[in-house]
């Protein structure tokens, strides 16, 4: 049972396979491609997501950070999928569902980013397609919430692309790279 006593987790650990890409978590020991994706691409996402302090781009971080997303999947709070290419030798990207609330609102948070050399070849699209049933069918959530910038026209177009619905516009939203951000909220809810 999670730390909110809400969710019984016996879930294995998923690992979805599509034409081009593996999505799962990753174990501590895989640390290493997790950091790669990290360094590789940090100039790339530093315009989409939060100021990284420099240990985020180290592998003793996501060690860390790789044990504790196991043990949130378990407790049912949240499942951040590392999306790899089919050897599962890189990373193409990551897709994160957090904030997981249970009771009347069975809804999550859904964030995700792309390395720069797999832009524009319909991976996230994929990979998102496949978590998105899964978060769905397996966990059993109702509702998935997506933000993004309003500049950010790939993203947007993507989200509806999946069935994503706006919701609205929210001021000063997030903080990203340091400045606080608007943000356009979009959501899916699950088919019947």
Known sequence: MNRHGLFKSNLK????????????LLEPHEATLMCSFRKENK???EKWEPLRKTAFFTESF????????LRDFREGVSTNFSIL????????GVC????????????????????KRYEGQGLMEE??????DFVFSELGLHRIMAAYLPHNHRSGSLLS????????????????NGVWEDHVLTSKIKDR
């Open 85 to 92: 290419d089919r050897d599962e030798l890189s990373i193409v």
């Open 13 to 24: 650990l998923p690992r979805l396979c599509t034409e081009r890409l593996v999505c799962r």
């Open 96 to 115: 994160n569902y957090t904030n997981i609330v249970r009771g009347t609102f069975q809804s999550c948070q859904l964030g995700y980013a792309i390395a």
């Open 161 to 176: 692309k999946l069935g994503f619905k706006k919701e609205g516009f929210a001021e000063k939203y997030l903080k990203i």
């Open 43 to 45: 100039t790339h996402l």
């Open 127 to 132: 990979a998102l397609r496949q978590t998105n």
């Open 62 to 69: 996501w060690q860390a950070q790789l044990r504790v997303q």
